[in-house]
């Protein structure tokens, strides 16, 4: 009964460590995520960046996994080369041994400290980065608590004669040893937590060190496979990056196995306290791993794109294809989806006005069914990625996060504006014009073109000031909207004066032109209202004050 009653301590406590973990993951998430993912994003140019920032983004999260996500998604996107890529696993595997190398001195005083502060802010915090915050220190003083009553619980274990026996046998089957840890870390979905596990066993005594060190090499083996098997399998190529990560670690895993007694021998000379042997070993698991593979990446990268190639496009252009409903628990990868099928909808806008800029020049009859259907995709997309965030869940969100699941949507429906009107009004006009058999005048076509080149350059703009919040592209944008204005009130006035029949129709056809890209460009600088309004750049109305009762303007 006493040992039933043990094993429901040590399984409550490493209950308690997870938990621990996940709001640290969690309460980091909802501060930074969309920040991390960004920088992320930015880091990957080549392998050194790629390992630097693998590693910094870990260490913060304290969870390789969701690295893994996020690494996995740019490359997947070809946002970013699968080398650095690979690189900043290698770095995010290190920055989880640097974790391990954290918790394993005695720092289990300052959890009541750590605990407290955690409370007030959370409690106390009107702002949620500072709650979010505050939860996170709540959990990691709930990690070093779970980690010192696992070791007063253990402790007694050691003297135990039935475990003694079951010990002996499995002292003497290190690959039992890697394969229940393994499969321990796999359930944890954290190496973190796995080895943190793994050190209070023999740092109670219950596993020797040759066990130990089998088990690490186990845990890291096993929550390699977490994103690998939790990954959007339709396309294979989100799966180089995890499997490129497995791959290594096993490589890793028979190199020390083969050699389990020496490197035993080697860490205890080291260090022979259990706490940092253990602590040790997974940092230099990890770190010896990163200097081997870091000059094999290439080929290495090559091997996987061979292996798993792109998938073939589909036979639908409107289906979504980056909307992965494995990354929802993830909210930084999951608005990194969403971007990235938002910007499926600007190509596919940006086709229907090169499609309707020549319909003017040609006679294409079938102009008004291929813009329809280059429409509808954009439709489609649209309502995928408002379902695909509506799909996730705002207690998982930060306040960054929140806001820029508000900016998707509003630019997804703005771009859905923008090309119903290009399909109803726009490539109308053009079919109508291209049916009617009249050549248009070189002056009129050059004007034609001037002003479909200016749409284009504000798409451009939008989908700037939309991917890299950049706030003179969204400057530009407010203006040419404004310019637009100016120009079709000009075109108005030429038409108005326009006499000879002919003349009257060039002059009736530009205003349409600009009429209906001056619609465009107003939905397309929709998109810059909330980066401009955040940094207060943005008036609330172009009204003047009311005169006062009683006087009328003159």
């Known amino acids: 009964m006493a040992g039933i009653w043990t094993l429901i301590e040590v399984a409550g406590e490493a209950a308690l460590l997870l938990w621990g973990l996940h709001m640290v993951q969690s309460g980091i998430m909802r501060a930074y995520g969309t920040r991390l993912r960004q920088r992320l994003g930015t880091a990957l140019s080549n392998r050194r960046r790629g390992f630097a920032a693998g590693l910094l983004v870990t260490s913060l999260l304290q969870s390789s996994t969701a690295t893994a996500f996020m690494v996995a998604s740019f490359c997947a996107a070809g946002a970013v080369a ?98 229940i840890a393994a499969v321990l870390a796999w359930a944890m979905h954290a190496s973190v937590a796995a080895v943190l596990f793994v050190a209070s066993l023999h740092a109670g005594g219950v596993i020797g060190a040759d066990a130990a060190i089998a088990m690490v090499v186990g845990a890291n083996i096993g929550s390699a496979f977490n994103p690998l098997l939790g990954g959007d399998r339709s396309d294979p190529a989100r799966l180089r990056v ?7 670690r096993l490589i890793g895993a028979v190199m020390v196995m083969a050699a389990l007694p020496w490197v035993a ?37 090559r091997l996987l794109e061979r292996v798993l190639p792109d998938r073939a496009a589909g036979s639908d252009p409107a289906a979504p ?56 995709v954009v439709d489609r997309l649209n309502r995928g990625v408002q379902a695909y965030l509506a ?35 726009l490539a109308r006009v053009a079919a109508k014009w291209a049916k009617a058999g ?66 009257v129709a060039s002059a009736g056809l530009l205003l349409e032109v600009v009429r209906d890209l001056k619609r465009v460009g107003g939905h397309l600088a929709a998109t ?20 006062e009762e009683g006087l009328h303007p003159a």
């Open 321 to 376: 294809r980056y909307l992965d409903d494995a990354a929802l628990g993830t909210p930084p990868v999951a608005l990194a989806n969403a971007e990235r099928e938002a910007l499926r909808q600007a190509d596919a806008l940006e086709e229907m006005l090169r499609a309707i800029a020549a319909g003017f020049r040609s006679e294409d009859r079938d102009l008004g069914r291929r813009v329809a259907r280059l429409n509808e």
């Open 438 to 503: 009249v050549a248009l005048d070189p002056e009129m076509m050059a004007s034609i073109e001037a002003v479909h080149a200016r749409g284009l350059e504000q798409l451009q703009l939008a989908v700037a000031a939309f991917m890299r919040e950049d706030v003179a592209a969204a400057r530009r944008l407010i203006e040419e909207k404004e310019r637009m204005r100016v120009e079709e009130a000009e075109t108005a006035r030429r038409f108005a004066l326009a006499a000879e029949p002919a003349a």
């Open 391 to 425: 799909a996730l869940g705002p207690e998982t969100l930060g306040d960054e996060e929140r806001r820029r699941v508000a900016e998707i949507q509003t630019f997804a429906i703005n771009l859905e504006s923008a090309g119903d009107v290009l399909e109803r009004s």
């Open 242 to 248: 995890p499997l490129g990560n497995v791959v290594n």
């Open 82 to 179: 699968l080398v650095p890529g690979l690189a900043a696993m290698l770095g995010a595997n290190v920055g989880t041994a640097l974790i391990v190398q954290l918790f394993s001195f005695d720092v289990s005083a300052v959890a009541p400290l750590l605990i407290l502060l955690g409370v007030v802010a959370f409690r106390g915090g009107e702002q949620s980065r500072r709650r979010d915050l505050g939860r996170a220190s709540i959990g990691l003083g709930l990690m070093l608590l779970a980690l010192e009553l696992m070791q007063t619980t253990v402790a007694p274990v050691e003297h135990s004669p039935a475990l003694r026996a079951v010990l002996a046998a499995l002292s003497e089957n290190p690959l039992a040893n890697l394969l």
């Open 528 to 547: 810059a209202h909330p980066l401009l309004e955040r940094i207060g750049a943005l008036r609330p109305t172009r009204l003047t004050e009311p005169p």
């Open 265 to 301: 021998a080697a860490l205890a000379a080291v260090d022979p306290s259990p706490a940092r042997l253990v602590a040790n070993a997974h940092l230099a698991f990890n770190l010896v791993l990163a200097l081997a593979a870091m000059p094999l990446l290439p080929g290495f990268a």
